[in-house]
C-alpha cells in the first residue's frame, strides 16, 4: 500500500475517534476503547492519532472539555463552576481548577468576572491581544442590534449529517459542503432538494457542514449524523463571512440575551442556508442564526 493511501486511511479512522468523543465529552475513554473504535492496538493506534492531530487522545479530550467548560461557565451564570465542572466529566473541583488554569492562564472565577459572553474565544484567552472587535474595526454594537431583529420561534427536531471544518476559513468550508453533498447523493440519504445547515462552535473554532435527512433514516457508520432537539430557539438573519457571525452572535449574547428572559440551552449554534453553499459563495448567502433556549 502507498505511503498516501495509508495517511488517508489513518485520517479516516482517526476522524471516526473524533466524531465518538465529540458525541460525548464527559464519557470515560480508556485508551484501549479509542484504539478499538479506530480498529487500532492501543500502542499504533496513540502514535497515529498524534500523528494526525497533533496531540496526544488524553489532551485532546481535555481541550475539548475545557473548552466546552469555558464555554458553559459564561453561558451559564446561574450554575455554579464546580456544577459545570463535575457536569463535564472533571473528577473533582481541584483537579478542574488546576486544569482550567494551567490551559487558559486564570481560573474559571477570573473569567466569569472579566468576560462577556461575546467577547470569550479560546484564541483570545490563549492571546490576550486578540479580540472580537479585532475582526473587524468596524464594528459598532447599537448598529448591530439594531440589525439582528431577533425573533423568537419554535423549531421541529431535526437530523443533519455534517463534516467539520474551521470556523474560520470559509474555502474549507466549501470543501465541507461539497463533500458531504457527494456522500449524502452516493448514499441516497437526501431529497431532490436539499436542505443545508451548518453547525456552528463559536469559542472551538469548528464548524460543521450538513445536510437535513429525515429523522427515521438510517444512516451509515462512517457518516457523521446528530439530532437536533426541537424547541424554543432565538432567530436572526445574516449574510457575510465568519467575522460577520462573530459580531453577531457578540452582539446577541452581549445586548439581546441579559434582557430577554431566557438563558443558552445548547452551546453549539444551528444556521440554516438559502442557498447551496457547494455553488454560491458562502458570504453571500443568506442564512437563519437559530440559538436553543430555555426560561431563566
Known amino acids: 500500500m502507498k505511503q498516501n493511501e495509508i495517511s488517508k486511511d489513518h485520517v479516516k479512522r482517526v476522524n471516526k475517534v473524533l466524531n465518538f468523543i465529540s458525541d460525548d465529552l464527559i464519557g470515560s475513554y480508556a485508551l484501549e476503547k479509542l484504539a478499538s473504535v479506530a480498529n487500532y492496538s492501543p500502542f499504533h493506534f496513540q502514535k497515529i492519532f498524534k500523528e494526525v492531530v497533533g496531540t496526544s487522545p488524553k489532551q485532546y479530550l481535555n481541550k475539548l472539555r475545557l473548552e466546552k467548560v469555558a464555554h458553559s ?3 451559564h451564570r446561574h450554575k455554579s463552576i ?3 465542572a463535575l457536569e463535564n466529566g472533571f473528577s473533582s473541583s481541584s483537579v478542574f481548577a488546576r ?4 490551559y487558559f492562564g486564570i481560573s474559571a472565577g477570573q473569567l466569569r468576572q472579566t468576560t462577556p459572553i461575546g467577547e470569550f474565544s479560546v484564541k483570545k484567552m490563549q492571546d490576550p491581544k486578540e ?3 479585532n475582526h473587524d ?4 454594537d447599537r448598529r448591530w442590534k439594531q440589525k439582528l431583529d431577533v425573533k423568537v420561534l419554535r423549531i421541529p427536531t431535526t437530523r443533519f449529517i455534517y463534516i467539520k471544518a474551521p470556523l474560520s476559513d470559509n474555502d474549507k468550508i466549501r470543501l465541507a459542503f461539497i463533500k458531504i453533498m457527494q456522500l449524502a447523493e452516493v448514499n441516497n440519504l437526501i431529497a431532490s432538494k436539499p436542505k443545508f445547515a451548518g453547525l456552528i462552535y463559536p469559542h472551538q473554532d469548528r464548524y460543521c457542514a450538513a445536510v437535513l435527512v429525515n429523522i427515521q433514516q438510517k444512516i451509515p457508520d462512517e457518516i457523521s449524523s446528530l439530532t437536533v432537539e426541537g424547541g424554543k430557539y432565538a ?3 445574516l449574510r457575510g463571512n465568519s467575522k460577520q457571525t462573530f459580531q453577531g452572535l457578540h452582539t446577541f449574547y452581549d445586548l439581546w440575551l441579559p434582557h430577554s428572559g431566557y438563558r443558552i440551552k445548547n452551546s453549539f ?3 440554516f442556508l438559502t442557498n447551496n453553499p457547494a455553488t454560491t459563495s458562502y458570504s453571500k448567502i ?3 442564526i437559530t440559538i436553543s433556549l430555555e426560561t431563566a
Not at 486544569?99 to 494551567?102: A, G, I, L, Q, R
Not at 474595526?137 to 459598532?140: A, E, K, L, P, T
Open 286 to 288: 443568506d442564512r437563519e
Open 269 to 271: 449554534v444551528v444556521e
Open 235 to 237: 432567530s436572526f438573519h
Open 137 to 140: 474595526n468596524v464594528y459598532n
Open 99 to 102: 486544569t482550567f488554569k494551567n
Open 82 to 84: 464546580k456544577g459545570i
Open 131 to 133: 479580540s472580537i472587535q
Open 73 to 75: 461557565v459564561l453561558l
